[in-house]
């Protein structure tokens, strides 16, 4: 499932340009919206005034390149983790493993590499050094966009998890490894994946805050609509 191009509120466009720039992403911005070209995804913010809590997106890296893309990220952004670790192994099935930063308006933002897709490196990071290698010498910092390969996992906040996932499947979209829970549903397959959870639950590892009820549109192809909420729409 390729998650082509995820629209999200901000409380601010100016802050999310600087971070996303930070990381090294092309970065589209104009009076009321900012687009980022993360791999072959996009994202698009717009301002929404009043905005609570967090959204949460996983981006995937290439197998073979988390030692450095954890390395990369860390020079511009705040690692998260809990109990004084910040790399984390899936859960049973995912064969991944994670390490999770902040983003703007506290997005929980995460790296992932999953074992079972290809180790090639987008050719415009092939400079990189490969895990156990060293950093560049020369004091340039690596920018991190040439690691990304695409959006891989949206967060959703839906008032239903289980109906939700029943809704998902009769468009094709199965729930991905372990079977649903009642506030914890990944979507979808190792190219990317729908988080839906409780509108309660706190994002890991932080367990300092909620998922935002902003809109978010997410564009899988679908050739159709389906909304899981108010203001949740896939496409």
């Known amino acids: 499932m390729h998650i082509r191009q995820v629209q999200l509120a901000t409380r601010s466009l100016d802050d999310t340009v600087r971070f996303y720039e930070r990381l ?7 009076d009321d919206s900012v687009r980022v070209t993360v791999g072959s995804s996009q994202l698009v913010f717009r301002v929404l005034d009043g905005m609570t809590g967090a959204h949460h997106l996983a981006f995937t890296i290439p197998t073979g390149t988390f030692a450095d893309a954890k390395r990369r990220v860390a020079e511009v952004a705040t690692v998260l983790g809990a109990d004084g670790v910040d790399e984390f192994e899936g859960p049973a099935g ?4 994670s390490v999770y930063f902040e983003g703007p308006d506290r997005q929980l933002l995460e790296l992932i590499e999953r074992r079972e897709l290809p180790d090639a490196v987008p050719a415009a990071g092939r400079a990189a050094p490969a895990d156990g290698q060293a950093a560049p010498a020369d004091g340039h910092r690596a920018p991190l966009a040439p690691l990304l390969v695409s959006v891989s996992e949206v967060g959703i906040a839906v008032p239903d998890v289980p109906g939700a996932v029943e809704a998902l499947r009769q468009h094709g979209l199965d729930p991905y490894a372990d079977p649903p829970g009642p506030d914890f549903a990944p979507v979808g397959d190792v190219d990317g994946l729908l988080i839906l959870v409780s509108s309660g639950r706190q994002w890991f590892p932080t367990l300092d805050r909620v998922p935002s009820s902003a809109p978010v549109v997410v564009d899988l192809g679908l050739g159709t609509t389906v909304e899981l909420a108010e203001g949740v729409l896939l496409r």
């Open 24 to 30: 090294g992403c092309a970065v589209l911005a104009d």
């Open 94 to 97: 995912w064969d991944s493993r």
